[in-house]
């Protein structure tokens, strides 16, 4: 990264939290280090049972669809590996997924080093970032394998509406076609709690749906590699050869932080939300000081603001270099996220408000306030 190289950058780039692992988990996994003589060694590939009938009660509870622990669970290291377990699975060269634009890089990437191609759905940038129902039919192709959705979005920020998402439903069961929930942001949706919707609660969609949640952002635990898949029985049997031949299984250590953290009552949660909340609040404020350099779209969910540029500049990378070079401040280009993404910039709240102060007071100092 270019930011490491210069010295006292105000960072907007890392959609890292600034928050610990909560105690309760920490704490556990130092009892289970002691206590524990299995700590250090393998798990099942698919993961721990207990963590696995966990976690399938956390589906049910969370969807109202019953899911099976041994046929349909499996503990992944994070949404990345699991992810990348499903593209191996799915794709042979030249096959297709469909992916949002602006979507999540490493989808692109991992899509491609599986030798498929990302087809870029471009999301409604002049509609607050909505989903593009009806473009999504002249995308789909005989080589198209699945749907990638991400909601709350990154870089967004966009919850997408139930009746869309719905929409999309039935357009990828009538076409046969997988749909991948990568589900980082679930708890994070602030005021707008009832326009989230969850894909995987719709029983005629079992077949055709893999719902992936990971622990790095809602439980703060991006360093501990720890997420789970829920999927057709039929698929986990090939998700494990996949994850088997890759991982063997997630780290055991990271599995028992799983299990702590499912059965604490998550009330980290509620500070995170205040918290993050107020950041938002101040990068909006801060955005709303410089409206020559950038427009806005308030985010609904998720920490990351795609704002688009407004002074003159080349294209996003440019800019995003110029401001680190110049003005000390690192941001994503846009660019990265897809076509779409060209001539913005992802901004992540999740860092301490001094460092949005910070970046902030530098681009006013650059830019001059308007
Ligand atoms: C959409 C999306 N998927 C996956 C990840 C990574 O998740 P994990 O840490 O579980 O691999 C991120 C992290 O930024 C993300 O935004």
Redesign the pocket.
């Known amino acids: 990264m270019l930011s490491a190289k210069i010295e006292g950058v105000a960072s907007l780039a890392w ?1 890292l939290p600034s928050f610990r692992t909560p105690e309760y988990i920490r704490d556990s996994v130092s009892k289970a280090l002691a206590n524990d003589s299995d700590i250090g060694k393998y798990a099942l590939p698919d993961g721990l049972k207990e963590l696995r009938e966990m976690v399938a009660e956390k589906h049910a509870q969370e969807t109202g669809v019953a899911v099976d622990a041994d046929t349909q669970v499996v503990i992944t ?7 990348n377990t499903l593209f191996h699975v799915c794709l042979n060269p030249g096959d297709e997924i469909i992916v949002t634009d602006p979507g ?1 890089a ?2 692109f990437q991992q899509i491609r080093l599986c030798g498929g191609k990302p087809v870029y759905w471009r999301l409604q940038e002049e509609n607050a970032w909505a989903l593009d129902v009806e473009s999504l039919p002249k995308l789909i192709t005989e080589r198209t394998k699945a749907i990638v959705l ?1 909601t709350p979005s ?1 870089p967004t920020g966009k919850i997408f509406s139930k009746a869309e998402l719905l929409q999309v439903g039935a357009i990828a069961k009538a076409n046969n076609l997988l749909l991948f929930l ?1 589900d ?2 679930l708890y994070l949706t602030y005021e707008n709690k009832d326009k989230h919707f969850n894909l995987a609660s719709q029983n005629e969609l079992l077949d055709n749906t893999v719902y992936c949640f ?4 809602c439980y703060a635990m ?1 360093g501990w ?3 789970y898949m829920i999927l057709p029985p039929q698929l986990k049997k090939e998700a494990l050869k996949v994850h088997d031949a890759t991982l063997i299984c997630t780290p055991r250590i990271s599995q028992v932080a799983g299990i702590a953290a499912l059965k604490g009552d998550a009330t980290h949660l509620r500070t995170f939300e205040t918290v993050l909340a107020s950041r938002r609040e101040l990068i909006i404020q801060r955005l709303s000081r410089v409206p020559h350099v950038f427009d806005y779209i308030k985010p609904e969910g ?1 920490y990351y603001i795609f704002p688009r540029i407004r002074v003159e500049h080349e294209n996003a990378r440019e800019f995003a270099i110029r401001l680190l070079n110049e003005a000390h401040v690192s941001v994503t280009p846009g660019s990265a996220f897809g076509p779409s993404g060209e001539h913005h910039v992802r901004m992540a709240f999740c860092v301490e408000e001094s460092v949005i102060n910070e970046a902030f007071d530098r681009i006013e100092a650059y830019f001059g306030r308007e």
């Open positions: 959609g290291a994070g949404n990345m590996q699991g992810l999540f490493s989808h991400v990154n990568d980082p942001y990971t622990f790095s952002k991006s590699r720890l997420g998720a």
